[in-house]
């Protein structure tokens, strides 16, 4: 028999949350998302959010329907040619790509800032800033009570912690940055490179990445002023180093002056790229970061699933697991 009322306390609001919160209220239960941060602005740290097919999907069935519009969007113009070159630029090859199935499928990319926009847009309701969560405690008719850092408490059924899936600290030495896709960047750089993705596998196991990130404004302005203005046209590159701990721990134009130096025999164009690059935007740690929020969304689809059975069974979701795992016996 079904609970007469079902409440997830969701700590943190950031793609995971919000999109596991978004798609609770889509199927009828009652969340709040509690945020430490203040005022609601953090900027979530990267400079592209690639997603899957799966992670479209994930925002796909928990937004509701005219988020999902306003996040495809905002998505950069899917990519339709991928190019290899050598480090001195000489093409190696290219690949035509298919045109992508329809709005759910295929892959997409959007900047971290307007991901988080689109998913707070209609969240006013149920999301809380500044409760910064400092323990919890299990109630004996399994409840579970939030307590936060402003004294405050909230009670609920279920209780999800800020981050579904712990990430490793490994540094893979990836640097990369943003470069705005002015006439200057289009005419230094072969046509293809501000069209697609293209790579370029130097000797010496250097690896280079970029996608072009290219915006339709008007469309995503028509949906909603306000959200993904700070998005401009531009080359989002990646370069990946051997031995790339000696970069763990340089910032901005280090990181800049530094590729520049490993690299002396790549063609000036890449060098005078690397330099029209704001050092703002430069970071370095794992590729694998670009498919974090990806991995965020598809684990809040995952886990909204459950939360939605437990809601129908009556169950904790504690309850669920043991009978999940005693089914699977
Ligand atoms: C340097 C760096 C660069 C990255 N670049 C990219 C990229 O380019 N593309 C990409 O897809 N991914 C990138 N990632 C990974 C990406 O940031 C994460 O995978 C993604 O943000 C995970 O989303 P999440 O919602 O699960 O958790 P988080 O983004 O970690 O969100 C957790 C939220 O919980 C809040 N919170 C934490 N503790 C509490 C508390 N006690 N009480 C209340 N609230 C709390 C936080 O303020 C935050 O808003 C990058 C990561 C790093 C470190």
Known sequence: MARSSFHVLVIGADAGGLCLAHGLVK???????????PAGI?????????????????????????????????????LRLGSRWTESLHKLGSTAFPEPPDPVGGEKAV???????VLLADAGEFVRFGQRLTHHERDRDGSVTAYFADG??????????FRVRPEHPSHTGTVGGRVPLTAEVRQLLPAEMSKGVSMIFAP?????????MEFDAERRRALRPGVGEQDVDHLAWTVTVPDGERLRDLRGEELL????????????????LFGLTDPATCFTGTSAQETGVDTALRDARILRARLVAARDGGFTLQELETRECAQRR
Do not use: M, N
């Open 27 to 37: 199927a009828g239960i009652d969340v709040t998302v509690y945020e430490q941060d």
């Open 111 to 117: 900047s971290p800032g307007t991901l988080r926009q």
């Open 204 to 212: 010496g196991g250097y690896f280079f990445l970029s996608h072009a």
């Open 152 to 161: 405050t408490s909230a009670t609920g059924d279920v209780l999800v912690p």
């Open 257 to 272: 002056t530094t590729i520049r130096s490993l690299t002396p025999a790549w063609s000036p164009k890449l060098h005078k």
């Open 42 to 78: 953090v900027f979530p740290q990267g400079f592209r959010v690639g997603l899957s097919a799966g992670g479209s999907r994930a925002l796909y069935e928990c937004l509701p329907p005219e988020s999902f519009d306003l996040f495809t969007a905002s998505c950069a113009a899917p």
